[in-house]
């Protein structure tokens, strides 16, 4: 018994929990069913639901304007948190998700292995620097992430809004204009202000040739251990899995930010792409050591997708199953009931 709870507990602490909002396909046709999906763990799996009463800001923009979206409208299937909303007029749109800060205790050990695991190495550096590996701690953490997006053939300038997060994410220029193969850069702005010489992971779902299918849930620091979902275990910084950050998130590459807070990479295939990033540092408080701000920017590289495709990809029924799905079973079942008819009918 006392082998199960400890494997529990190691599972638990080592289920690592980001936080991304992901799309069946980020190419939509306007004024359609859409779903966007919020996975709490890794790009490809979510561990748990955010509680609705974390988010402090849900966010949709488009063609200039900023519509707040009421946290009650989201629903929860397969421990993943689902919005299901109206694509809106065609242009490039953002879509932000705020969480309310929570906080964790770690013993030093648990701690090290979890800076370890989600590659918040400038962190843990410090501690080795700094003689203080052997230090509980005590963390304060948030999470704030976004998603850009392609409604029809117009493009506008609403990828470039800031939402005014404590850290985000802001691209150079819009993502729908870039192919495999060109260069992609991004600021990352803490409390509006470029954040140089931070630690930033890139990665992509290269499954399916790119594209990633909204069954799929992650690991993030919200969901396993309960970061994000206050019924989750005490331990819920939810971003530890076996294994270094890298190795967690589809061999992400680390990267830098410049002096000005700036990221390049050239992605080398279509897909879903992410840009992940922990910001952490101590802090002088009674009841905490630590405070952190994650953050997530989401979008997809090429135009392989034709907008039918992007339609039968999002539009769900409530229980999360495609539409069409529903409408096939449909027809089979009152092909089913006529074929039976005629057999009775023969029959007499």
Not at 18 to 31: A, E, I, R, S
Not at 159 to 184: A, C, M, Q, R
Not at 210 to 227: A, I, L, M, V, W
């Amino acid at each position: 018994m006392k082998k199960l709870i400890l494997l529990i507990f190691a599972y638990v602490i080592f289920s690592s929990h980001d936080m991304f909002l992901k799309m069946g396909t980020y190419f939509l046709n306007p004024n359609t069913p859409s779903t966007i999906k919020l996975y709490n763990g890794t790009f490809d799996k979510s561990e748990n639901i955010i509680a609705r009463t974390r988010m402090q800001d849900v966010s949709l923009v488009g063609n200039g304007t900023r519509t707040r979206v009421d946290s009650n409208l989201w629903s929860e299937m397969n421990n993943i948190t689902i919005l299901n909303f109206n694509s809106g007029e065609a242009g490039t749109w953002v879509a932000g998700v705020s969480t309310t800060a929570n906080s964790i205790e770690l013993n030093a050990q648990d701690f090290n292995e979890y800076l370890d695991h989600d590659g918040v190495l400038d962190m843990l550096n410090w501690r080795k620097e700094n003689n203080a590996m052997e230090e509980d701690a005590i963390e304060k953490y948030s999470k704030h992430v976004k998603a850009i997006f392609q409604v029809g053939d117009k493009n506008t300038e609403d990828w470039k809004t800031v939402l005014g997060y404590p850290i985000e994410f802001v691209p150079t220029s819009n993502p729908y204009h870039f192919h495999s193969g060109d260069d992609f850069s991004a600021h990352l702005l803490l409390n509006g202000q470029p954040l140089a010489d931070q630690l930033v992971y890139v990665g992509s779902d290269t499954q399916d040739h790119g594209h990633t299918h909204d069954e799929g849930e992650g690991h993030d620091h919200d969901d396993g251990h309960s970061h994000d979902n206050d019924e989750a275990s005490s331990h819920d910084h939810d971003d530890g899995d076996d294994g270094h950050a890298e190795e967690h998130q589809h061999n992400a590459t680390q990267l830098t930010t410049d002096e000005n807070g700036m990221v390049t990479f050239t992605p080398d295939h279509e897909g879903q792409w992410y840009l992940r990033t922990i910001y952490m540092e101590t802090v002088e408080d009674a009841e905490l050591t630590h405070e952190s701000n994650w953050a997530t920017l989401t979008f997809e590289i090429g135009h392989g997708h034709s907008h039918g495709e992007a339609i039968s990809q999002t539009t769900e029924t409530a229980g999360g199953m495609p539409n069409y799905i529903y409408w096939l079973g449909g027809i089979v079942m009152l092909l089913l009931v006529i074929i039976l008819m005629k057999r009775k009918n023969s029959a007499q």
